[in-house]
């Protein structure tokens, strides 16, 4: 197999690859609190980290996992318990399992035993964290977060930062995970919070931006496709010319 087929092959590979981020893209356009992924080619990233310029790369190759972490847009829900983030900071959720996560998803409702949960059933975990437990679905909650209940009670939902937000890993859905022995070290809670109660925060995903690059990458697939059957039928008629004589 010549040099160019490789290159075709990997472009197509790559492109392929793009197509499955954009897809999950695509397919979490509603999704609350979803902040889209974004896929790199590994040259870029390397001028990005090193400063230096890579000459004559011929293959192809992408890194995954990246996300855009821009805001999204909030829009009034009426309900309650539903909640939005204006800036930076995660929630912090908890599954059954006792595993945390973080997320900008704030389609929160009340369980059986009126512990805040989100869509996927993860409790709200409060600043000693444990699960916020309310008395009721009628509550205040202020900017800063300090929720107001009927009966005067009061809790406290805190905001978490990184410094370095590629500590956080993809787990689908809007959440996110950091190494469990290194939440205390990496976890920063936000000191100015801006929580507003009765809104929802949008996916970030730009629907038209992203059909543009479904558009760009399937082209861009198909040109290598033809290159692949121009070099096998290349290399064929190479072949004939070998058995000449």
């Known amino acids: 197999m010549n040099r160019g087929t490789y290159v ?7 492109r392929q690859q793009m197509m499955d981020t954009i897809s999950h893209n695509l397919a979490n356009n509603q999704t609350v609190g979803f902040k889209k992924g974004q896929s790199v080619f590994k040259t870029m990233l ?3 980290q090193t400063g230096e310029v890579l000459e004559r790369v011929n293959l192809a190759e992408i890194e995954q996992g990246f996300t855009d972490f821009s805001q999204g847009t909030l829009s009034p829900s009426g309900v309650p318990t539903h909640i939005a983030i204006q800036g930076e900071g995660f929630f912090k959720v908890q599954d059954d399992a006792g595993n945390n996560y973080y997320t900008r998803q704030g389609n929160l409702r009340l369980d059986s035993e009126g512990q805040l949960i989100n ?6 975990l409060g600043e000693d964290g444990r699960p916020i437990t309310l008395t009721g679905p009628d509550v205040t909650i202020a900017e800063n977060g300090t929720i107001l209940m009927e009966d005067g009670q009061r809790a406290k939902i805190p905001l978490y930062t990184f410094d370095d937000s590629s500590v956080l890993t993809r787990q689908g859905g809007g959440q996110f995970t950091i190494p469990r022995e290194e939440e205390r070290q990496l976890e920063v809670m936000v000191s100015d919070p801006h929580i ?4 929802l925060e949008g996916s970030n995903v730009n629907l038209m931006q992203e059909m543009s690059h479904m558009v760009e990458s399937t082209r861009v697939f198909e040109a290598c496709q033809k290159m692949l059957k121009t070099y096998h039928s290349l290399a064929g008629e190479a072949n004939k010319l070998g058995t000449l004589g």
């Open 8 to 14: 075709a092959l990997s472009g197509a590979l790559v």
């Open 46 to 48: 390397e001028r990005a």
């Open 119 to 124: 869509s996927q059933g993860m409790a709200l």
């Open 196 to 199: 507003f109660q009765g809104h």
